[in-house]
């Protein structure tokens, strides 16, 4: 390691930075310099069995080392633990493998709030170009020739058909491709899994069978904080295995995620006046909104256990995934085949969950320094229930999993159910009650430094308002959560980000 002088560094090889630093790679005489705090994998089959396994979620298990914990509170008297993977490919390599592009109402609200990049005929062509659609082919509207492999989850296995029938019981239609703007009803969910396996960014964009001479990657690597001389951006200070070292380049693209990206903004002295003053930060840009209108789906719960068990299917372990519209509010609610005690890394059942999120876009939360170092997470707080959208959205939800949990389908083909009751769902007040003991998150930040509202951080090309020569390109700057899970999105980011980043060198 040297503090040699770089042309761009990106900080984060999860999700977003791992395509940007594939794209720039592409650019003869570029070096680039990709930093990530977890650890490497010097093949694709390096990486451990629980981050390959397409049969956990590596996230859901806060005491597995690739996690890095966030702290925060769901409610005012609720605390909870967020993960964020902390592993080349990031929080890719720990999710679900959920793969279900953003909707179109949510493109047309990010080129409303920023440009025609942001819109879906701009991004179409890159949701395409990223995947190799294993279940489609090359389309209109799906790519097979892409990084990124994707298949569907099987519906045969019992629980999942229960699932369906359970939909299709009160009167949701099916929707077999959940990639093609389609209709709301009950389908198959894209997955970035072949078989057993679960395709993180890493292995899909960084294969290190894939030679990238101008591509220089440290791992076990903390960015502490960005540099500047003046507003002009010079590089950044990083710390590796206790040695402080200040690297140099033209341009630094955040990469880090939604909720590490703004803490660095902030101990670089960009973000809230005020905030940064509590942590003797010295100002480099006052910028109201970091941390701020922070994005996420919150979740509830419920479950079945079938009476028919059966062995477990080779791939994911998502089973149906059904979208609704019930009044005003979006909801969308996510089978797992294997019970929550198992993805958690408890003693595992036979009983199936659904997780239902409302997906309407909404920024209820917030996230604080704690302290001037990078190794203090920042806290997070949700606010979801300070919120009187996401309290109706709430309640719509939780009625729909009793409408679940009380079709024939469900109570025939079940040993019991779990989930709100009749009775907990009579009025307003007692259902608020059974969710604010519930009510979890779906672990989805976006937005907290975005291009969006009346003091956006970035420009809607991620360039950090007030500074030069330091870019965004996560979730961070999108101006809500998308209507579904963001992983596609954040791939996408990568992908808009570094074609507008390839343009600029070019000129």
Known sequence: MSNDNWDVIIVGAGSSGAVVASRLSNIENLRILLVEAGAGA???????????????????????????????????????????????????????????????????????????????????SSLREMESDLSYGSTALHGAQGPVPVTRTQLSYPSVKTFHEAATELGFPEHPDMNDQGEDGFGAVPTN?????????????????????????????????????????????????????????????????????????????????????????????????????????????????????????VGSWMGGVLHAHIG??????????????????????????????????????????????????????????????????????ARLAKDILSTHAVTTQSEWSWGPSGEECSNDSTLDAWIALNVGTSMHACATASFAGEHPVVDPEGRVLGVRGLRIADTSILPAAPRRGPAVAALLIGELLASVITADIAR
């Open 193 to 313: 899994t072949v078989g057993d396996v679960q395709y993180n960014s890493a292995m899909t964009y960084l294969d290190p069978d894939i030679e990238r001479p101008g591509l220089t990657m440290w791992t076990d690597t903390t960015v502490e904080r960005v540099l500047f001389k003046g507003t002009t951006t010079t590089g950044v200070r990083l710390r590796h295995n206790d040695e402080i070292l200040d690297v140099h380049a033209r341009e630094v693209i955040l990469c880090a995620g939604a909720l590490i990206t703004p803490q660095l903004l902030m101990l670089s002295g960009i973000g809230p006046q005020d905030h940064l003053a509590q942590h003797s930060i010295p100002l480099a840009v006052d910028s109201p909104q970091v941390g701020r209108g922070l994005s996420d789906h919150p979740q509830l719960v419920s479950m079945w256990m079938p009476k028919e068990n059966a062995e477990y299917p």
């Open 328 to 397: 005003s509010s979006e909801i969308e609610a996510l089978q797992s085949i294997r019970s929550l005690s198992e993805l958690v890394g408890d003693e595992p059942s036979a009983a199936t969950a659904l997780m239902l999120a409302p997906v309407s876009p909404r920024r209820t939360g917030h996230l604080n320094l704690v302290s001037g170092s990078i190794d203090d997470a920042p806290f997070v707080s949700y606010n979801y229930l300070n919120n009187a959208d996401v309290r109706a959205d709430l309640r719509a939800s």
């Open 42 to 124: 010097q093949q694709i089959l390096d990486f451990p069995d629980e981050i390959r396994s397409a049969h956990i979620v590596a996230g859901a298990r806060p005491d597995n080392s690739f996690n890095r914990l966030i702290p925060g509170q769901i409610t005012d008297s609720r605390e909870y633990t967020a993960t964020r993977g902390r592993i080349l490919g990031g929080s890719s390599a720990t999710n679900g493998g959920y793969f279900i592009r953003p909707r179109r109402a949510d493109f047309d609200e990010w080129e409303a709030a920023g440009s025609a990049l942001w819109g879906y005929n701009s991004a179409l």
